[in-house]
């Protein structure tokens, strides 16, 4: 008798651990599930968009005085100053981190490295086709006959990316911009 | 009697192309120059997202037009019935091939008694036998003869 009885509690200790396992198992593997959704809604929600356009800087003379307008500039010429704007928008519902924008300089152009700007942003230039990025001016080394080296700051020519970091997240409907000047060549 | 042969640049009719060249400024006319931008970024989570690019613009080059005639006057003295040769090049420094219309003018007491100009096909910048027939008052001339 007490010994069936003893048999018997142990049975009912052994469903109740056995519940609880599956109780914390089913806990475990929903927590999964539900981050899991969570990030992937994140990602579909999280949208940035990019626009760029471009504009030609003539010096006007206006009252006397010499201004810069900008116009259209599907038709330049060389020596002609064109300002290429990006815009940036966050088009989707969570926020946008870490943004990094690259603009490859296209060829017929020579950007001026002094004319980069971008609120809110760092500016970092490339001389080596995107591997490495520096503040500009970027400065090389040269070696001199004598074997010491001299910094000097790159040729404007010499420039192949500029790269622009957001320095902060970016709230859904946010929007910014960045730009430089380039010379057509 | 000592003449006076002042070439001065530029007038006659034009029929010849120059070839824009090495010494031609700037991007060739009709160059398209394309920009696009690219931008990767973090969603809130930190996962890093597809890469989007910006739409794409483009400028198209125009041509500019400019010759650089040099020199733009020379001169020199002759005696009565001399042949005298003038050499000038001229460049094209535009942005695309282009035609000119040269012609010349004189100064002094002076009137050749005919001016035919050559083209300086060997580019020796003389005149010789390697050199094209006259071009008479039509030409590219790099070589003049008063």
Not at chain 1, 76 to 98: C, E, H, R
Not at chain 2, 29 to 36: L, R, V
Not at chain 2, 84 to 101: E, K, L, P, R
Request: hydrophobic fraction near 40%; aromatic fraction near 8%.
């Amino acid at each position: 008798m007490t010994k069936a009885f003893f048999i018997t509690g142990r049975l009912i200790m052994a469903t109740y651990i056995g519940v609880r396992k599956s109780l914390i198992l089913l806990c475990f593997l929903t927590g999964i599930v539900f981050f899991g959704s969570a990030d992937a809604q994140a990602q579909q929600e999280t949208k940035l968009d990019l626009k760029t356009t471009v504009e030609k800087e003539l010096k006007v003379k206006k009252q006397g005085k010499t201004v810069l307008e900008k116009v259209p500039a599907e038709n330049s010429s060389p020596g002609d100053q064109l300002v290429y704007t990006i815009t940036y928008t966050n088009a989707g519902k969570g926020a946008v981190v870490d943004a990094t924008i690259v603009n490859p300089i296209p060829r017929g152009v020579t950007v001026d490295p002094m004319g980069i700007e971008g609120t809110d942003a760092n500016v970092t230039c490339s001389i080596d086709s995107g591997r490495s990025f520096h503040a500009p001016p970027v400065m090389v080394k040269i070696k001199k006959p004598d074997g010491s080296l001299e910094s000097k700051p790159a040729p404007p020519e010499s420039y192949t990316h500029i790269r622009w970091i957001i320095k902060k997240p970016l709230a859904p409907g946010q929007t910014g911009q960045v730009n430089f000047k380039a010379t057509v060549k | 009697m000592k003449k006076l042969c002042v070439f001065s640049a530029v007038l006659y009719t034009l029929t010849v192309g120059l070839a824009a060249s090495a010494e031609a400024a700037g991007t060739l006319a009709g160059t398209a120059i394309s920009n696009q931008a690219y931008a990767d970024y973090k969603d809130a989570n930190g996962n890093a997202m597809t890469r989007v690019f910006s739409n794409t613009v483009t400028v198209s080059v125009s041509q500019v037009a400019g010759i650089n005639v040099d020199p733009a006057s020379i001169s020199s003295t002759a005696k009565n019935g001399d042949v005298i040769y003038f050499h000038v090049q001229s460049f094209n420094t535009g942005n695309a091939n282009d035609s000119q219309t040269y012609t010349y003018a004189t100064s002094g007491a002076w009137t050749p008694t005919s001016v035919r100009m050559f083209h300086d096909a060997n580019n020796n910048h003389v005149y010789d036998s390697g050199d094209g027939p006259s071009l008479l008052q039509v030409g590219s001339l790099l070589l003049m003869s008063c």
